[in-house]
């Protein structure tokens, strides 16, 4: 697992006599802000019936040689919200010899964060360390045995693949085994997430949950493919951003990945290839449909950033058969919908096209309800949160979508598509 490599140890003094030093495994859970430390399986030598989730306090170290972090960010306590006896797993017990402790974690909360962004380095992992000390006991817990994502752990991250000068690494989901062939669900990242360790590219915003029991489901079973460019999507090949004007560097080589994978890959169903992606994914998801037409059964894009004054009409013309779900939020202030998506999406029906949806949210808010609901604002750039959490079912005109007369969600749609 490639987040294993990351050792964690830190000191922390206290009164009570110390007992030697225990390990722990740490579990880092995705959520639709990033990925956080939310629980910690510590280790002990002799089992126990019961514990009190007030015994604990955890520290927490953040730190990283690309950048500085904030000095609110870097260290502190974590808030302890349950403990429990449990097995290796963190699965709860009678009795056994792990304690799981459960942490609060939010969008508001950056010292869980198991990631940190810079803007000229986009997301990278974080040297994450932890001391827990049980008060009662004086036992400290701060050596890092190992650490799961879960979903992500399901993935193979080891994908490599090279076009002519351009290598790209890349993560891959297989689906349980099923009937017959399965669809390909193809995401791109957004700006943030390029570099050479695809898992940032799977958990920097939630795509790992195109594996989620939830979405597999609805397709009976899908396999995931999450390229990574080693800088950015729209790279120019004159340097610099590109927003449609100029050629990127990397949608041949991506394409030529594409097809590579789809061709060792003997389950997929090439009649059911589904490319999406946000930001800087979901310039490349359209670029690629733009160059490839008859390829692809469906496009699902967050987020636009390929500028429609740099799309033609005769462009707009060969893709008008091509269904798209376009989603984005009109507070999005990094990816303007009014020169994006939004003139984008009229020229498509205006050309004829029938079976292409937008899904425009006045602002990016906290689904779960937990952390403010409505009234919580993401950065309205995040419309990708209602995408990967499966959550779009209106079209532009405030209708639901539909398939065959019945209300859909994305992926339902989705999943009806097929060349």
């Known amino acids: 697992m490639l987040l294993s490599q990351l050792p964690l140890r830190a000191e922390i003094k206290t009164n009570e006599p110390v007992l030697a030093s225990g390990e722990y495994h740490l579990i880092i859970e995705t959520f639709d802000w990033g990925p956080h430390v939310s629980k910690v399986i510590l280790s002990l030598d002799s089992q126990i019936e019961s514990v009190n989730f007030q015994d604990f306090t955890v520290l927490a170290k953040r730190s990283t040689d690309l950048g500085e972090i904030p000095a609110d960010q870097r260290s502190g306590n974590r808030e302890v919200l349950q403990a429990f006896v449990s097995d290796q797993n963190g699965t709860a017990a009678a009795k056994g010899k792990y304690i799981t402790l459960t942490l609060a974690v939010a969008p508001f909360k950056p010292l869980g964060s198991a990631i940190q962004y810079f803007r000229s380095k986009g997301n990278n992992w974080v040297d994450y360390k932890m001391t827990i000390v049980q008060q009662s006991t004086g036992q400290v817990w701060n050596k890092e045995s190992g650490r799961s994502i879960p979903i992500l752990d399901q993935f193979d991250l080891s994908g490599k693949f090279t076009h002519k000068d351009i290598s790209m690494s890349y993560a891959s989901f297989k689906p349980k085994e099923r009937a017959g062939k399965a669809p390909l669900l193809i995401w791109l990242h957004g700006g943030g997430e390029g570099g050479t360790d695809p898992a940032i590219a799977a958990v920097g915003n939630k795509a790992v949950n195109y594996a989620s029991e939830e979405i597999q489901s609805i397709f009976d079973g899908a396999y995931v493919l999450i390229p990574q460019a080693p800088t ?188």
Not at 248 to 272: C, F, H, Q
Not at 279 to 292: A, R
Not at 408 to 415: A, D, G
């Open 232 to 419: 950015f999507w729209m790279n120019s090949v004159e340097g610099g951003y590109t927003r449609g004007d100029k050629n990127d560097i990397y949608n041949e080589g991506l394409m030529a990945l594409i097809k590579d994978y789809v061709s060792k890959t003997p389950g997929i169903d090439a009649s059911r290839i589904y490319v999406g992606g946000c930001s800087n994914g979901g310039y490349m998801s359209l670029k690629l449909i733009l160059n490839n037409p008859n390829y692809f059964a469906a496009g699902f894009v967050s987020a636009l950033a390929y500028s429609s004054e740099y799309i033609t009409d005769e462009q707009i013309k060969s893709i008008k058969n091509v269904p798209i779900w376009f989603v984005q939020s009109k507070d999005d202030k990094t990816t303007d919908p009014a020169i994006t998506v939004v003139p984008v999406y009229n020229r498509l029906k205006k050309a004829g096209a029938s079976n292409v949806h937008f899904s425009f949210y006045d602002h990016v808010v906290d689904i779960t309800n937990q952390y403010g609901g409505d009234s919580y604002h993401y950065n309205g750039h995040w419309s990708w949160v209602y995408l990967h959490a499966n959550e779009c079912r209106l079209d532009y005109d405030g209708k639901p979508v539909k398939v065959n007369g019945m209300s859909v969600n994305i992926m339902q749609w989705l999943s009806a598509q097929k060349k």
